[in-house]
């Protein structure tokens, strides 16, 4: 068993370390005071090679498979949520879509821009009376002629502002409901009849923007379903699926600097004549950081070899964005305690990993259903089919 | 050539050339005479000559230093065209092709980076640069030099075996010349030939801003905190130090920085080679941001001060009192 | 227009800390990078490929390791890449180099600009650079901040106690100061391709025609030095003898 980062993988891992010190690191603060992530950032990332990390070159992407796609978001989630969360629901979900289930026709029409970040996707699933329970969408798609009439509304919808493509689910057949009768759709946000709402203001990940999405009868032509007319449903649950292990990704990042920053505290302060790092109950702290950041990262790396393998990995994948998320939560709340009052601090650079970290137990599928995503996996493996 | 092989069969030593540097006062400047002073004591080691070479315009005066540091010969080229380094560099070159010397010694200057390693790659020599210690080892003859690697991390000590052995010498590595004016040498003139040579011409003095690195990555930051007094002269020691400005939180809150300027565990993490704290009391907090800078200056009243006990050099007193010492002294 | 870089790879100065106590040096992580200023250097060359036609090949001299600063100077743009690797190469001090150099360059032929950084971290030396100048017969500009190109000549902003222009005849040899740019980010894709679409060529002393005597050093590596300890608290009674102190400590 190999388990050294192959040295394309490695040699990316530097460039991405050194573009997110230099280039996010200094910006950090002033994204998450002005809720925006500057636009010559999201440029230089493109130019960087960062938009389409996972797919491969033949359409534009920069053929680093699962595992380059998951360093990528280990290195940025070390750095800045919002950032991550922006190429993250781009990459992971938005263009993945379209990457896995597209035509050859639409991803040789979209792929290429979206790559290059010169067009930025989002993932358009979840509705007001549709989040865990995806499969109550109500949105329609109403056939007409040779195109497809859009019309509902979706919510948090993350990149939904500012993107150009976006993956869309929508009822083609009122009387089989959301499984069996709901069809994806590649839509672009310049087309008469969408609008994007105001973005939210959440407690955290202020510079990724999400709001809720209008689509007033949009006409779709039907050369942008994505996948089979009908099968939606299962396209986004595919997607959804190896989007989840980038995320355990994104999250071990945000774990590692949660420890870093822990460790470097805890060596600069003295308190009772004692150096923190001299304290039993913070050693202690610290060790159980440290344990659950190294399993998670061999869970993380082993999924996405599963993936870049052709291999089955829905379980994994759950276990990832569950154990990240919640890991992350841990390791961060930790940390916020070992700085004290600086942990609180805006200044001190802890909170606001704090803030951002509270979404990942939420996003892309709650904690709770990804435990029944793993628990029908395994009750599959021995025979048992359960609903949730 | 190495000849450590035909060890006992050593040849004579040849003589110790030193290429000396006016300063803007048309003098020989300290580090050449500093260097002199160094090739006489290798000289008498060796049982040999000290040529001293100078490119450029007229000595006058400094002939009769050079002679007393202990130049046996002081060579002279004079022309307006010395004043560029490729016409210094092949008029030098000729006059060694013509004397090849045992040793060679540069000050480490700016004229020594482009000159030195020319010379050095023409005369099939080794060259040790910015030497801040340089001996001869006589039993060897060969010349052994410690050099800072890794902007000065640490140092290497180096020897060079082929003849002759160049080495760019730092200041204070020989220390100060004995000075004996009874001392009797001679004076030559050198020829300048500069047919044949592919000339880089110099257009003009131009202003151009070279990018300022980050804060985080600036080498040198002189940084105010509340007791600092004069801000205006931390800048001017900033300034005279090419060092950028930076300050703890309370420097924000007097309105004398910006919130980019401030170092510390809620501002910057900063490593600089020199960080000099004035008027900073030196809390946790600031000491944070500190904690990976090479060498720390404290000046502050308050003889309790936390920032005394951990900095590397330490002035107790009125910060504007001191810094316009410091800027004097500096000048 | 065939532009040469010649880029050293180095220690990483982030894998390694300094025990002036134990006076030894600890590495715990053996990263290797391409020395700063001649990262500058490609980065020069690429930004004169930006805007004219031109071809830029980078050398890199080293044990098989090299490849990696290769690769990684490809995947910023290079066209080229070069590595030179023999065991009669190693320890190469800066005669040796400045040879190697001059000889790849002669083989390759039709250089116009040879660049490289103006000090390599390890050696500290700045000797290469000027070296190769020689060796090669061509002129040198040194500390070059922003480098153009004229007809039959390159332009250069040098420093020397301040700011230059400078023009030098080509064939010239740029020597770029330290700091002078921030070279740009390698592109993903360039990055995996660096690996599993490409490799660098590979030259030993035979394809130089470098004999064992036109590579024997003249300096060696004798030992190590460290500065002194450091003394927290030292309370000094004058700004003169501050600046004594850290003039003799060689901080300023």
Same mark, same amino acid.
């Given at each position: 068993?190999?388990?050294?980062?192959?040295?394309?993988?490695?040699?990316?891992?530097?460039?991405?370390?050194?573009?997110?010190?230099?280039?996010?690191?200094?910006?950090?603060?002033?994204?998450?005071?002005?809720?925006?992530?500057?636009?010559?950032?999201?440029?230089?990332?493109?130019?960087?090679?960062?938009?389409?990390?996972?797919?491969?070159?033949?359409?534009?992407?920069?053929?680093?498979?699962?595992?380059?796609?998951?360093?990528?978001?280990?290195?940025?989630?070390?750095?800045?949520?919002?950032?991550?969360?922006?190429?993250?629901?781009?990459?992971?979900?938005?263009?993945?879509?379209?990457?896995?289930?597209?035509?050859?026709?639409?991803?040789?029409?979209?792929?290429?821009?979206?790559?290059?970040?010169?067009?930025?996707?989002?993932?358009?699933?979840?509705?007001?009376?549709?989040?865990?329970?995806?499969?109550?969408?109500?949105?329609?798609?109403?056939?007409?002629?040779?195109?497809?009439?859009?019309?509902?509304?979706?919510?948090?919808?993350?990149?939904?502002?500012?993107?150009?493509?976006?993956?869309?689910?929508?009822?083609?057949?009122?009387?089989?409901?959301?499984?069996?009768?709901?069809?994806?759709?590649?839509?672009?946000?310049?087309?008469?009849?969408?609008?994007?709402?105001?973005?939210?203001?959440?407690?955290?990940?202020?510079?990724?923007?999400?709001?809720?999405?209008?689509?007033?009868?949009?006409?779709?032509?039907?050369?942008?379903?994505?996948?089979?007319?009908?099968?939606?449903?299962?396209?986004?649950?595919?997607?959804?699926?190896?989007?989840?292990?980038?995320?355990?990704?994104?999250?071990?990042?945000?774990?590692?600097?949660?420890?870093?920053?822990?460790?470097?505290?805890?060596?600069?302060?003295?308190?009772?004549?004692?150096?923190?790092?001299?304290?039993?109950?913070?050693?202690?702290?610290?060790?159980?950081?440290?344990?659950?950041?190294?399993?998670?990262?061999?869970?993380?790396?082993?999924?996405?070899?599963?993936?870049?393998?052709?291999?089955?990995?829905?379980?994994?994948?759950?276990?990832?964005?569950?154990?990240?998320?919640?890991?992350?939560?841990?390791?961060?709340?930790?940390?916020?305690?070992?700085?004290?009052?600086?942990?609180?601090?805006?200044?001190?650079?802890?909170?606001?990993?704090?803030?951002?970290?509270?979404?990942?137990?939420?996003?892309?599928?709650?904690?709770?259903?990804?435990?029944?995503?793993?628990?029908?996996?395994?009750?599959?493996?021995?025979?048992?089919?359960?609903?949730? | 050539?190495?000849?450590? #092989?035909?060890?006992?069969?050593?040849?004579?030593?040849?003589?110790?050339?030193?290429?000396?540097?006016?300063?803007? #006062?048309?003098?020989?400047?300290?580090?050449?005479?500093?260097?002199?002073?160094?090739?006489?004591?290798?000289? #008498?080691?060796?049982?040999?000559?000290?040529?001293?070479?100078?490119?450029?315009?007229?000595?006058?005066?400094?002939?009769?230093?050079?002679?007393?540091?202990?130049? #046996?010969?002081?060579?002279?080229?004079?022309?307006?065209?010395?004043? +560029?380094?490729?016409?210094?560099?092949?008029?030098?070159?000729?006059?060694?092709?013509?004397?090849?010397?045992? /040793?060679?010694?540069?000050?480490?200057?700016?004229?020594?980076?482009?000159?030195?390693?020319? *010379?050095?790659?023409?005369?099939?020599?080794?060259?040790?640069?910015?030497?801040?210690?340089?001996?001869?080892?006589?039993?060897?003859?060969?010349?052994?030099?410690?050099?800072?690697?890794?902007?000065?991390?640490?140092?290497?000590?180096?020897?060079?075996?082929?003849?002759?052995? *160049?080495?760019?010498?730092?200041?204070?590595?020989?220390?100060?010349?004995?000075?004996?004016?009874?001392?009797?040498?001679?004076?030559?003139?050198?020829?300048?030939?500069?047919?044949?040579?592919?000339?880089?011409?110099?257009?003009?003095?131009?202003?151009?801003?070279?990018?300022?690195?980050?804060?985080?990555?600036?080498?040198?930051?002189?940084?105010?905190?509340?007791?600092?007094?004069?801000?205006?002269?931390?800048?001017?020691?900033? +300034?005279?130090?090419?060092?950028?400005?930076?300050?703890?939180?309370?420097?924000?809150?007097?309105?004398?920085?910006?919130?980019?300027?401030?170092?510390?565990?809620?501002?910057?993490? /900063?490593?600089?080679?020199?960080? *000099?704290?004035?008027?900073?009391?030196?809390?946790?907090?600031?000491?944070?941001? *500190?904690?990976?800078?090479?060498? /720390?200056?404290?000046?502050?009243?308050?003889?309790?001060?936390?920032?005394?006990?951990?900095?590397?050099?330490?002035?107790?007193?009125?910060?504007?009192?001191?810094?316009?010492?410091?800027?004097?002294?500096?000048? | @227009?065939?532009?040469?870089?010649?880029?050293?790879?180095?220690?990483?100065?982030?894998?390694?800390?300094?025990? !002036?106590?134990?006076?030894?040096?600890?590495?715990?992580?053996?990263? %290797? @990078?391409?020395?700063?200023?001649?990262?500058?250097?490609?980065?020069?060359?690429?930004?004169?490929?930006?805007?004219?036609?031109?071809?830029?090949?980078? $050398?890199?001299?080293?044990?098989?390791?090299?490849?990696?600063?290769?690769?990684?100077?490809?995947?910023?743009?290079?066209?080229?890449?070069?590595?030179?690797?023999?065991?009669?190469?190693?320890?190469?001090?800066?005669?040796?180099?400045?040879?190697? $150099?001059?000889?790849?360059?002669?083989? $390759?032929?039709?250089?116009?600009?040879?660049?490289?950084?103006?000090?390599?971290?390890?050696?500290?030396?700045?000797?290469?650079?000027?070296?190769?100048?020689?060796?090669?017969?061509?002129?040198?500009?040194?500390?070059?901040?922003?480098?153009?190109?004229?007809?039959?000549?390159?332009?250069?902003?040098?420093?020397?106690?301040?700011?230059?222009?400078?023009?030098?005849? !080509?064939?010239?040899?740029?020597?770029?100061?330290?700091?002078?740019?921030?070279?740009? %980010?390698?592109?993903?894709?360039?990055?995996?391709?660096? %690996?599993?679409?490409?490799?660098?060529?590979?030259?030993?002393?035979?394809?130089?025609?470098?004999?064992?005597?036109?590579?024997?050093?003249?300096?060696?590596? !004798?030992?190590?030095?460290?500065?002194?300890?450091?003394?927290?608290?030292?309370?000094?009674?004058?700004?003169?003898? $501050?600046?004594? @102190?850290?003039? !003799?400590?060689?901080?300023?």
């Amino acid at each position: 068993m190999d388990f050294d980062l192959k040295p394309e993988h490695r040699a990316l891992q530097k460039s991405i370390r050194e573009f997110m010190q230099e280039e996010v690191k200094p910006l950090v603060k002033q994204i998450d005071r002005d809720s925006r992530v500057p636009d010559e950032l999201l440029k230089k990332a493109g130019a960087a090679g960062l938009f389409g990390i996972p797919f491969s070159q033949k359409y534009g992407g920069m053929g680093a498979g699962e595992i380059g796609y998951c360093i990528l978001m280990e290195e940025m989630g070390r750095v800045d949520a919002s950032t991550t969360a922006i190429i993250g629901a781009h990459t992971g979900i938005g263009v993945m879509t379209l990457y896995l289930d597209g035509t050859e026709e639409l991803k040789q029409r979209y792929l290429p821009d979206l790559c290059s970040g010169k067009k930025i996707a989002a993932f358009a699933l979840t509705e007001a009376n549709a989040g865990s329970d995806a499969a109550s969408i109500r949105m329609k798609a109403t056939r007409e002629g040779d195109s497809y009439m859009l019309d509902g509304e979706k919510m948090w919808i993350t990149n939904g502002p500012i993107a150009d493509v976006l993956s869309v689910l929508a009822i083609t057949d009122a009387s089989l409901g959301a499984r069996g009768g709901a069809t994806c759709f590649a839509v672009e946000s310049n087309w008469e009849g969408f609008t994007a709402g105001k973005r939210e203001e959440k407690m955290g990940l202020h510079g990724s923007p999400t709001a809720a999405l209008k689509f007033d009868n949009v006409r779709v032509p039907q050369e942008n379903v994505i996948g089979k007319v009908g099968l939606g449903f299962v396209t986004m649950m595919k997607t959804l699926d190896i989007g989840r292990v980038s995320l355990g990704a994104a999250t071990l990042g945000g774990a590692e600097v949660s420890l870093e920053s822990a460790l470097q505290w805890a060596k600069a302060r003295h308190q009772f004549g004692r150096n923190l790092a001299n304290m039993q109950s913070l050693q202690f702290m610290i060790a159980d950081m440290a344990s659950e950041i190294e399993a998670l990262r061999s869970l993380v790396y082993r999924t996405a070899w599963l993936v870049d393998n052709g291999r089955p990995h829905t379980k994994e994948a759950g276990m990832c964005k569950l154990l990240g998320s919640e890991i992350a939560s841990r390791c961060i709340d930790r940390a916020l305690q070992i700085h004290g009052a600086l942990g609180l601090t805006r200044d001190g650079q802890i909170e606001r990993g704090w803030r951002d970290s509270r979404i990942n137990e939420i996003f892309e599928g709650t904690n709770e259903i990804q435990r029944i995503v793993i628990a029908s996996e395994l009750f599959q493996e021995i025979g048992v089919r359960i609903r949730p | 050539m190495n000849y450590l #092989d035909d060890f006992h069969s050593a040849p004579e030593p040849r003589d110790i050339w030193v290429v000396v540097e006016l300063g803007a #006062d048309g003098k020989a400047t300290p580090l050449s005479l500093e260097l002199v002073g160094g090739a006489r004591m290798m000289a #008498d080691g060796l049982g040999c000559y000290v040529h001293a070479v100078a490119l450029g315009t007229d000595l006058g005066d400094s002939v009769a230093e050079l002679i007393a540091a202990g130049a #046996d010969r002081v060579h002279v080229a004079q022309d307006p065209n010395l004043a +560029h380094a490729d016409a210094r560099c092949k008029v030098l070159g000729d006059v060694l092709a013509a004397q090849p010397p045992e /040793v060679l010694l540069f000050g480490a200057t700016r004229s020594a980076d482009d000159v030195a390693p020319r *010379i050095a790659q023409r005369l099939g020599a080794g060259l040790l640069a910015h030497c801040i210690s340089l001996q001869m080892d006589e039993s060897e003859r060969v010349l052994i030099g410690t050099m800072p690697v890794y902007e000065g991390d640490y140092f290497e000590v180096r020897a060079c075996t082929s003849r002759p052995g *160049i080495a760019t010498v730092e200041p204070n590595a020989f220390g100060p010349p004995y000075l004996d004016s009874y001392r009797f040498g001679e004076t030559e003139t050198v020829a300048v030939d500069l047919a044949d040579l592919n000339r880089v011409r110099v257009v003009g003095p131009v202003a151009y801003a070279a990018p300022q690195a980050p804060l985080r990555k600036a080498k040198r930051i002189v940084s105010a905190g509340r007791q600092a007094g004069d801000f205006e002269c931390v800048k001017q020691l900033a +300034h005279l130090l090419g060092a950028q400005v930076a300050g703890a939180r309370e420097a924000l809150d007097e309105g004398w920085i910006t919130e980019e300027q401030v170092v510390g565990a809620m501002g910057e993490t /900063v490593q600089p080679d020199l960080y *000099i704290a004035v008027g900073i009391r030196g809390d946790t907090y600031h000491a944070f941001g *500190i904690r990976n800078a090479k060498y /720390v200056v404290a000046i502050h009243p308050e003889k309790d001060a936390p920032i005394l006990k951990s900095a590397d050099a330490a002035l107790v007193g009125d910060p504007p009192k001191i810094m316009s010492e410091l800027i004097e002294a500096l000048r | @227009m065939r532009i040469v870089v010649a880029i050293k790879q180095v220690l990483d100065p982030r894998g390694f800390t300094v025990n !002036r106590k134990a006076e030894k040096i600890f590495v715990n992580h053996e990263e %290797y @990078m391409i020395n700063p200023a001649d990262k500058s250097a490609l980065e020069v060359a690429l930004q004169i490929k930006d805007t004219v036609e031109a071809e830029i090949v980078v $050398l890199c001299g080293g044990p098989e390791r090299a490849n990696e600063a290769l690769r990684q100077a490809w995947a910023m743009g290079a066209d080229r890449g070069i590595q030179l690797t023999d065991k009669l190469f190693a320890g190469a001090d800066g005669l040796v180099a400045a040879r190697l $150099l001059a000889a790849a360059i002669r083989k $390759l032929g039709g250089v116009e600009v040879a660049l490289t950084g103006e000090r390599a971290l390890d050696t500290g030396a700045g000797e290469v650079g000027p070296r190769l100048a020689e060796a090669l017969g061509w002129p040198h500009i040194l500390a070059a901040h922003k480098v153009g190109l004229t007809d039959g000549a390159v332009k250069a902003i040098a420093k020397a106690d301040r700011f230059v222009e400078v023009e030098a005849p !080509r064939p010239a040899v740029v020597i770029v100061a330290n700091g002078a740019n921030q070279p740009r %980010y390698a592109h993903a894709a360039r990055v995996i391709n660096s %690996y599993q679409k490409w490799s660098p060529e590979v030259w030993n002393a035979a394809d130089l025609g470098l004999t064992e005597t036109d590579l024997a050093v003249a300096v060696v590596k !004798r030992g190590l030095a460290f500065p002194a300890e450091r003394q927290p608290g030292t309370v000094l009674s004058s700004a003169g003898e $501050l600046v004594g @102190m850290l003039k !003799r400590q060689r901080v300023i």
